[in-house]
């Protein structure tokens, strides 16, 4: 299980992709979006969602303005009497979300074929093994300087260190 947090200010700015039905992106604007700008709907969804293994649960409270659809996600729940009432009697069900491209899928695997492979085997590894080798293995991306480092160095073809770190998960 996973849990992601952001309280700050969100913002609605125009698509940059033709990807939304309304023509608009949903952003987080980070302390340093002057310098590094906004972190659009798209970002937010092929770095935190797409990558995640089947089977991995995450809950994000994002306490922002125009969080509503910053995850991109392809189901939604609407809030209103109906569902509520159906959740209180265990019947709820997710909606389709309409808007869902699921185009974003298909351009995260073209876009970061490794990305998406690495985090599904990983998560997949991780899982299978017993905390003593999860213990060697987040020794070992300490030792790569962090995991944004590592997660570089693999999709570049990391070499020898690479299967090193993959022989530590069998």
Same mark, same amino acid.
């Given at each position: 299980?996973?849990?992601?947090?952001?309280?700050?200010?969100?913002?609605?700015?125009?698509?940059?992709?033709?990807?939304?039905?309304?023509?608009?992106?949903?952003?987080?604007?980070?302390?340093?979006?002057?310098?590094?700008?906004?972190?659009?709907?798209?970002?937010?969804?092929?770095?935190?969602?797409?990558?995640?293994?089947?089977?991995?649960?995450?809950?994000?409270?994002?306490?922002?303005?125009?969080?509503?659809?910053?995850?991109?996600?392809?189901?939604?729940?609407?809030?209103?009497?109906?569902?509520? $009432?159906?959740?209180?009697?265990?019947?709820?069900?997710?909606?389709?979300?309409?808007?869902?491209?699921?185009?974003?899928?298909?351009?995260?695997?073209?876009?970061?074929?490794?990305?998406?492979?690495?985090? $599904?085997?990983?998560? +997949? +590894?991780?899982?299978?093994?017993?905390?003593?080798?999860?213990?060697?293995?987040?020794?070992?991306?300490?030792?790569?300087?962090?995991?944004?480092?590592?997660?570089?160095?693999?999709?570049?073809?990391?070499?020898?260190?690479?299967?090193?770190?993959?022989?530590?998960?069998?």
């Amino acid at each position: 299980s996973l849990f992601f947090h952001y309280s700050g200010h969100g913002a609605s700015v125009r698509d940059d992709n033709s990807d939304e039905p309304d023509g608009k992106d949903e952003a987080l604007c980070p302390s340093d979006y002057e310098s590094a700008g906004l972190i659009r709907d798209d970002e937010v969804f092929k770095l935190l969602v797409a990558p995640l293994p089947e089977g991995a649960k995450l809950t994000c409270v994002l306490d922002c303005c125009h969080s509503g659809t910053i995850l991109d996600l392809p189901f939604m729940f609407k809030a209103d009497d109906q569902s509520m $009432a159906a959740m209180e009697s265990g019947q709820a069900s997710m909606l389709a979300n309409p808007g869902f491209d699921f185009g974003k899928i298909l351009q995260v695997f073209k876009d970061s074929p490794a990305l998406a492979v690495g985090a $599904a085997l990983g998560g +997949a +590894a991780l899982m299978c093994m017993g905390s003593e080798r999860r213990g060697k293995i987040k020794g070992m991306v300490d030792k790569f300087g962090g995991q944004e480092k590592l997660m570089g160095m693999l999709s570049q073809g990391g070499g020898g260190d690479k299967a090193q770190l993959l022989s530590m998960a069998k």
